[in-house]
């Protein structure tokens, strides 16, 4: 099954019609690190992850594993661990997954340029929690917690994204 997700920040699963985020920037198909863009494309549903701190496992067929402390994804085009995770400290340019601002409490990981990762084309490319008033992402779809919560009960291996670049009928 697909998520669909369109630029006019609506994201549709069967009968749920949700409100998310996108990058700042838009949705493109010519997606670079740092350009702030959610990228265009269907993109596999990898696992999810989240803080067993502040919440209980989501309920899914995906793969679940708890964030740690120490937990990174690397954003460095030119290392070699580029768009994978990392333990931290990493001396490498990363995004820390233990974050105080509770948008990753849960993370899904998407199928987005890794196999095998391509340097520049983009990283840390999740769906995760919505900041308040759905402002931009940095290039992920974010949802607010319950209906990222709601999405996810319905989602289990072979199931993706499709980010589309242009819009659909209701």
Request: glycine share 10%; proline share 8%.
């Given at each position: 099954?697909?998520?669909?997700?369109?630029?006019?920040?609506?994201?549709?699963?069967?009968?749920?019609?949700?409100?998310?985020?996108?990058?700042?920037?838009?949705?493109?198909?010519?997606?670079?690190?740092?350009?702030?863009?959610?990228?265009?494309?269907?993109?596999?549903?990898?696992?999810?992850?989240y803080r067993?701190?502040?919440?209980?496992?989501?309920?899914?067929?995906?793969?679940?594993?708890?964030?740690?402390?120490?937990?990174?994804?690397?954003?460095?085009?030119g290392d070699?661990?580029?768009?994978?995770?990392?333990?931290?400290?990493?001396?490498?340019?990363?995004?820390?997954?233990?974050?105080?601002?509770?948008?990753?409490?849960?993370?899904?990981?998407?199928?987005?340029?890794?196999?095998?990762?391509?340097?520049?084309?983009?990283?840390?490319?999740?769906?995760?929690?919505?900041?308040?008033?759905?402002?931009?992402?940095?290039?992920?779809?974010?949802?607010?917690?319950?209906?990222?919560?709601?999405?996810?009960?319905?989602?289990?291996?072979?199931?993706?994204?499709?980010?589309?670049?242009?819009?659909?009928?209701?």
């Amino acid at each position: 099954m697909d998520i669909a997700v369109f630029p006019d920040n609506r994201l549709i699963l069967g009968t749920l019609k949700l409100r998310c985020a996108l990058g700042a920037t838009g949705i493109t198909a010519a997606k670079r690190e740092g350009d702030k863009a959610t990228p265009a494309g269907r993109f596999a549903l990898r696992r999810v992850l989240y803080r067993a701190d502040r919440l209980a496992a989501p309920r899914t067929a995906l793969p679940v594993a708890p964030i740690g402390t120490g937990d990174g994804w690397c954003d460095a085009p030119g290392d070699p661990q580029y768009n994978k995770p990392v333990t931290l400290p990493y001396a490498a340019s990363h995004e820390r997954l233990w974050r105080e601002d509770h948008l990753y409490d849960i993370v899904v990981v998407l199928g987005y340029n890794d196999a095998p990762p391509v340097a520049g084309k983009g990283s840390a490319i999740f769906m995760h929690v919505a900041r308040p008033g759905y402002a931009p992402t940095e290039g992920c779809v974010a949802l607010a917690l319950a209906d990222l919560e709601a999405v996810l009960a319905r989602c289990g291996p072979g199931d993706c994204i499709h980010i589309h670049a242009g819009t659909a009928e209701d």
